[in-house]
């Protein structure tokens, strides 16, 4: 049953009262604008103090609780003579505190009673009461009545959409007239004051009689409402019927006079640009069957649209025009010399690249003017991926078109949607094409490593079909319903980690890998680029913004810790503005030089201080290098013996290649640490170590790698793992500023590791002054330019013995310390 809900306080709960409670008495709680009746489920909600009292010590008691109305609902602290004399004990069926202090409740009335007397009134109304017992309940009279009753509130029900039609199922069942009276009551949309005098009506005939009066007064209201609702409805729908009509008429009078003569104009058109235009064969016949179903198919077909659209693509495709294809190699060269910095075998990879272009195009080769092959540029975020395409695309007098595929992950994206599906379109690769105009654009496919998959297909082995030159002479997209020649698109890809390429479509490209800025590159990148762009893009002219003696070296090595430029350029932008804000709002004469003093006013305080880094030797820390799709980043490795049960516990997130790489780290030391004379010369301060051998059966190894928010996986930094471990349990500190990087193996050799040129970057940038290198990355080491490593101590070693001394001091290092050779002109 539903009830309204009161103004202010309500309560329920089946209970006892409080201790010291005469037994007859119970809680009472007052009620404004609301009358609770016997079989009444109602909720409530109680606000006042003392009301909350009450409705709580029912509930936790267990005891009744008696619900009476006040006689005026805008008295907020009631007395005994303001609250009416007969009311409804109830109980209290479910009790919730809400975050405002006040209580919810949800209360079930029980029975009619009248109040004797008020045993108390602090600190809630206890009263005593007896229950009211109608003379004449079990009259025929009253069944009579209550028949009667009943059959005047199933139209009650039927009139007033706010009941439900199970209402009157539970006034049909009820054979008690005194429940009768007390369900429909409840269910009785009138003031409160009528609901209170039905429940002060000692007389069940009297309480049937009025509520007979009470629902034809009801019934004849609703009645006439519903009758006025419907003659206004009904003449509004009507009118509405007459105008639609009218207005249809009007468009079909229109489409029969003007109809077949637009329509033999949009057909005739799109044959003439058949009978113009250089289309495929079975584009040729894909057209003339399309326009056959447009010449036969009524104006008002939902298929005219659809075959529109598909006529609207076929026609905007390119069919076979080409831009000139003509590649001067050594234009191209100057090009990229003078847009992109540095990169030198990015460059001349991509010379090579179209040299051999060049070279098929004078030979008359068969297919494409360019090779077997799709490049990829790999590298960071912000090396200029995406800027060296588009440099090409320039350089080369080609158009232009950008395809992303971060988050793709719907096989239709590629190939198209089959024009069943209502919205269809073609793939985003014809896309391009039509947005290019010709058949040999330059097309990036941005982020490639990013592509997804689901239950929609795979979007990865769509693409395969388009990148591989064997099969995308005849690629078929599932809108166009027609192949289409792809060979002679010229296609880069980009991607910031090749491990997210799937393997399938990785072994189709041929990747270029675009490694991180060192800081001198950085420096020239944003004098030649940087500046002169942010300066022109604020408004400024050149020369209105001067950056002091060191404050360019300042913003990089203070305000930026990326692998390539872009929050390089976002601190010069963010000087750039301030200048000219101080400009116009303050009278600053330009030029205005910014000095590396003036930073902190600019770009606030510097995010990256090479003072973070330790200076003083530490027990059980380590630092190795890590190679991220950010760049290089320095790693702190941190071991100590706790307390435990001899096992090898690792934090930090660590991947399962990372984790594997530490236990074979421990596995090395457990193995060599008492009969390797060197290892054992280290652990002569460890308690650890007794004549009977390592002794660890109730110390934990616990290796932590910080930032664990952070996800860190690979085998390279096992040799900082070793010697964090080993420094912990001999309690031998290790030397400040060495980094290293390496795998180990359980025999203690170390293996070679990837991603040098970053790494030796980040251990510059951090302040590192010697490195530990595998011995097998010496070749890798030649090739970096040496502003890489100009400032390093370079230490390779084969075996985990060799590197004992330059981490932990003691013998001398060995001559295998050495600064690497100039670098080759061999490309990477």
Not at 64 to 89: F, K
Not at 293 to 319: H, I, N, Y
Not at 418 to 447: H, Q, S
Not at 591 to 616: I, K, M, N, Q, S
């Amino acid at each position: 049953m539903t009830p309204s809900l009161p103004d202010g306080d309500a309560a329920a709960a089946d209970g006892a009262v409080s201790a010291g409670v005469p037994a007859a008495a119970l809680p009472l709680l007052p009620t404004r604008e609301l009358v609770v009746f016997p079989k009444m489920v109602a909720p409530l909600f109680v606000g006042r103090e003392k009301s909350i009292q009450a409705i709580e010590a029912a509930f936790n008691e267990k005891t009744p609780l008696i619900l009476s109305s006040q006689r005026e609902a805008s008295v907020e602290y009631p007395g005994a003579d303001d609250i009416m004399p007969v009311g409804t004990r109830v109980s209290v069926l479910q009790l919730f505190k809400l975050p405002d202090g006040s209580v919810k409740a949800l209360v079930e009335g029980q029975e009619r009673v009248r109040i004797e007397g008020f045993e108390s009134t602090e600190p809630f109304f206890l009263v005593s009461s007896k229950p009211l017992a109608p003379p004449d309940r079990a009259l025929v009279r009253c069944r009579s009545l209550a028949r009667r009753v009943a059959a005047e509130f199933a139209s009650y029900v039927q009139l007033n959409p706010q009941l439900a039609d199970e209402v009157q199922y539970v006034v049909s069942q009820s054979d008690d007239p005194e429940e009768t009276a007390d369900v429909v009551a409840a269910h009785l949309q009138i003031d409160t004051a009528e609901k209170q005098a039905l429940l002060e009506m000692e007389s069940t005939q009297e309480r049937l009689l009025a509520l007979i009066e009470a629902l034809a007064e009801e019934n004849a209201v609703l009645g006439m409402e519903h009758e006025i609702v419907s003659k206004v409805q009904q003449r509004i729908e009507s009118a509405q019927r007459q105008l639609f009509l009218h207005e249809k008429l009007r468009v079909i009078r229109d489409e029969i006079e003007e109809g077949g003569e637009s329509s033999d104009e949009e057909t005739a058109e799109y044959a003439l640009r058949l009978a113009e235009g250089r289309l495929s064969p079975a584009a040729h016949k894909l057209v003339e069957r399309e326009l056959r179903k447009l010449r036969q198919a009524s104006p008002m077909s939902p298929e005219v649209a659809v075959t529109r659209g598909l006529l609207d693509t076929v026609f905007d495709l390119p069919w076979g025009r080409l831009a000139p294809a003509d590649v001067d190699v050594a234009a191209v060269a100057r090009h990229l010399e003078h847009t992109h910095y540095g990169l030198k075998d990015v460059k001349d990879r991509i010379l090579e690249y179209l040299a051999v272009c060049k070279m098929r195009a004078e030979a008359g080769a068969a297919g494409a003017d360019h090779p077997a092959t799709i490049l990829c540029l790999a590298g960071p975020p912000g090396t200029g991926k995406s800027s060296v395409a588009q440099a090409i695309a320039d350089a080369l007098g080609r158009p232009f078109a950008r395809i992303a595929l971060g988050g793709v992950r719907d096989e239709a994206e590629i190939r198209g949607h089959r024009r069943t599906y209502v919205g269809a379109m073609p793939g985003r690769v014809l896309e391009g094409l039509a947005k290019a105009g010709v058949d040999n654009p330059v097309i990036l496919l941005d982020e490639i490593d990013k592509l997804d998959s689901d239950w929609r297909g795979n979007p990865a082995a769509a693409l395969m079909e388009v990148l591989d030159p064997a099969h995308n002479t005849s690629f078929r997209d599932n809108y166009l319903e027609c192949e289409y020649d792809l060979s002679r698109v010229f296609f880069i890809a980009t991607a910031n980690d090749i491990e997210g390429i799937p393997h399938t479509l990785y072994d189709r490209l041929e990747v270029i890998h675009l490694s991180g800025y060192t800081l001198a590159e950085k420096l020239a990148i944003a004098r030649t680029h940087l500046i002169p762009r942010t300066v022109r893009d604020t408004g400024l002219r050149r020369g209105d913004v001067k950056l002091g003696r060191g404050a360019l070296q300042a913003i990089v090595r203070g305000y930026t810790r990326e692998a390539g430029v872009r929050e390089l350029e976002r601190a010069l932008r963010r000087i750039e503005r301030k200048v000219a804000r101080q400009h116009l709002e303050d009278g600053a004469a330009l030029p205005l030089t910014v000095g590396a003093d003036d930073l902190r006013a600019y770009l606030g305080e510097a995010l990256w201080l090479d003072a973070e880094l330790r200076r003083t030797a530490r027990v059980g820390e380590s630092l190795g290098l890590a190679y991220t799709s950010d760049g290089g980043e320095v790693l702190t490795v941190e071991a100590i013996i706790a307390r435990g049960r001899g096992e090898l516990v690792l934090t930090g997130q660590l991947g399962d290649v990372m984790q594997e790489s530490a236990s074979a780290a421990w596995g090395h030391l457990l193995a060599n640490v008492e009969r390797d004379a060197a290892l054992r010369g280290l652990m002569r301060r460890s308690p650890h170590l007794t004549k009977e051998g390592l002794d660890l059966a109730t110390q934990d190894v616990r290796v932590h790698v910080p930032e664990g928010a952070v996800p860190k996986d690979g085998p390279s930094a096992g040799l900082a793992l070793a010697v964090a471990m080993l420094s912990a349990l001999g309690r031998v500190p290790v030397k400040p500023r060495v980094a290293m990087t390496g795998e180990i193996t359980l025999g203690g050799r170390i293996l070679r590791v990837g991603g040098l040129k970053e790494k030796l970057l980040a251990a510059s940038r951090s302040g590192i002054r010697t490195v530990l290198l595998p011995g097998s990355n010496r070749g890798t080491v030649a090739e970096l330019p040496p502003d890489v490593v100009g400032r390093l101590k370079l230490v390779y070693v084969d075996k985990f013995e060799d590197a004992l001394p330059h981490v932990f001091g003691g013998r001398r290092a060995p001559a295998a310390s050495q600064r690497p050779p100039a670098r080759s002109s061999v490309a990477r």
